[in-house]
């Protein structure tokens, strides 16, 4: 089945401290995968998005994202928090048939001053 | 450009009672989707369409119609509301072309349902 997978409901970090969001996905999935971010009370935006043209992709607000197809990842990574960086945060992988998107239960990032 | 509206933004509804959801999109998207988000559970895609005059069942379709008479309008009813269907409702919509998956969002109504 096709399924998109977030390891923790909320990660919590220290500002400045690196942030790491864990999501992984189901191999029968198509090679595109997302990466949404939801501030409190507004809808998703795109920070990010695979399309198998590199394995890193680099996103808004200085995100990135490594596909690894061995590990079936695509996590998402920034190097130093900063207290605007406290949203959740939603992977998503195209589902096979090309029309829809399958979505993880999100992780909700705490940022810390 | 708006992107992607949606009214009302906040409503309250008794059980039993009815209304329609209307999203409205500007970009010439050719698909449209409505999602319910409620705590824990991510996004869940009620129904879709791909087309002016098509609809699709998602994953959780029962209680809910839709329709798409406008290219640019998906509506989304709720004929007899239950307080299971309280919840923040997203709709959204991404082109038909080949290569262009992402979706755009609206800014979601939040429903309850007493």
């Known amino acids: 089945a096709q399924s998109v997978t977030q390891l923790g409901s909320h990660v919590s970090v220290s500002e400045g401290a690196l942030v790491l969001l864990r999501c992984n996905y189901s191999?029968?999935?198509?090679?595109?995968l997302f990466w949404y971010v939801q501030y409190p009370n507004q809808g998703l935006q795109l920070l990010l998005k695979y399309t198998s043209a590199a394995t890193l992709v680099k996103g808004i607000n200085g995100f990135e994202a490594e596909f690894k197809k061995s590990e079936t990842s695509f996590h998402l990574t920034k190097p130093s928090a900063h207290m605007s960086d406290a949203a959740e945060y939603f992977c998503a992988a195209l589902n096979t048939g090309f029309q829809k998107l399958v979505f993880g239960t999100g992780t909700r990032l705490l940022v810390s001053p | 450009n708006a992107g992607v509206t949606q009214t009302p933004k906040f409503r309250v509804l008794k059980t039993g009672q009815s209304m329609t959801l209307l999203c409205a999109q500007d970009m010439n998207h050719e698909y449209m989707y409505w999602y319910r988000q409620d705590p824990g559970m991510g996004l869940r895609l009620i129904h879709y369409s791909v087309g002016e005059g098509t609809t699709a069942k998602g994953e959780v379709p029962d209680g809910y119609n839709v329709s798409r008479l406008k290219k640019q309008n998906f509506l989304l009813g709720l004929e007899s509301a239950a307080p299971s269907q309280t919840s923040v409702y997203f709709c959204?919509?991404?082109?038909?072309?080949?290569?262009?998956?992402?979706?755009?969002f609206g800014p979601g109504t939040r429903l309850t349902v007493t």
């Open positions: 959204a919509s991404r082109p038909g072309t080949q290569g262009s998956y992402e979706q755009y």
């Open positions: 191999s029968s999935v198509p090679p595109y």
